[in-house]
């Protein structure tokens, strides 16, 4: 079972609100990564980090940023939320080569109204 | 990056074997072909991983030929329980920012 944790799992916020979605991993994982993924949707990755204080952007283009100031958080931050940020936003992990295992979380959805 | 063309859909009936191909034709001499697994509302989940020819675990098969320009994950007997999306990526060391693509979306009907 994968020790890795998402909150929230639901949120809806106004427009113009910042919001942090927040992302932990107890497994000591080095790697982490951001997805974004809109119902019935490709999976897209927005940001990854090789490790603490390595952040990296993905192919899709976003408008938040992320974090690593410690291995198991990577928090991902939008200054200002709007309706199209609305989708599922997926937190990823794993250790090793790059090409091992990527261990998800649960998810969270962002509603922005 | 190499690029994975699959099937859209797939629908099957409890109890059949299910074989997924995906072609791979770029796929580079150090890169890794692995299978997902997603069901509605939930991050994805690693099924398999391989480099050449066989192999099995408890829940699948992946088949690689020799040439590795294409693979097949083998579900056998799937259930209801089965019907998701997988994915089949590609990369090797170095390789972060995996695409998982549209998937195969696999119905399993009773």
């Known amino acids: 079972e994968a020790d890795i944790y998402q909150t929230p799992r639901y949120l809806v916020i106004g427009t113009g609100k910042k919001i942090t979605l927040e992302c932990s991993q107890t497994?000591?994982?080095?790697?982490m990564y951001w997805y974004q993924q809109d119902p019935g949707m490709e999976l897209h990755l927005i940001h990854y980090?090789?490790?603490?204080?390595?952040?990296e952007k993905g192919d899709l283009s976003s408008e938040s940023t992320v974090s690593r100031i410690r291995t198991e958080h990577f928090p991902l931050t939008l200054e200002s939320a709007r309706p199209s940020h609305t989708s599922q936003y997926l937190c990823?992990?794993?250790?090793?080569?790059?090409?091992?295992?990527?261990?998800f979380g649960p998810g969270t959805r962002l509603t922005v109204l | 990056l190499a690029k994975t063309t699959q099937p859209i859909s797939m629908d099957s009936y409890e109890g059949q074997e299910v074989n997924i191909t995906c072609s791979h034709n770029?796929?580079?001499?150090?890169?890794?072909i692995t299978w997902y697994q997603q069901f509605p509302s939930q991050g994805p989940r690693f099924i398999i991983q391989?480099?050449?020819t066989k192999v099995t675990n408890e829940v699948a098969s992946l088949f690689i030929p020799a040439d590795r320009k294409s693979s097949t994950l083998s579900l056998p007997r799937v259930s209801l329980s089965d019907t998701a999306v997988y994915y089949c990526?590609?990369?090797?060391?170095?390789?972060?920012?995996?695409?998982f693509g549209t998937g195969t979306r696999l119905k399993v009907l009773a």
């Open positions: 990823a992990s794993s250790e090793g080569l790059s090409y091992n295992e990527q261990f």
């Open positions: 497994m000591g994982h080095d790697k």
């Open positions: 980090s090789y490790g603490v204080n390595s952040t």
């Open positions: 770029n796929i580079a001499t150090n890169d890794y």
């Open positions: 391989g480099y050449k």
């Open positions: 990526l590609v990369g090797g060391s170095g390789t972060y920012k995996y695409i």
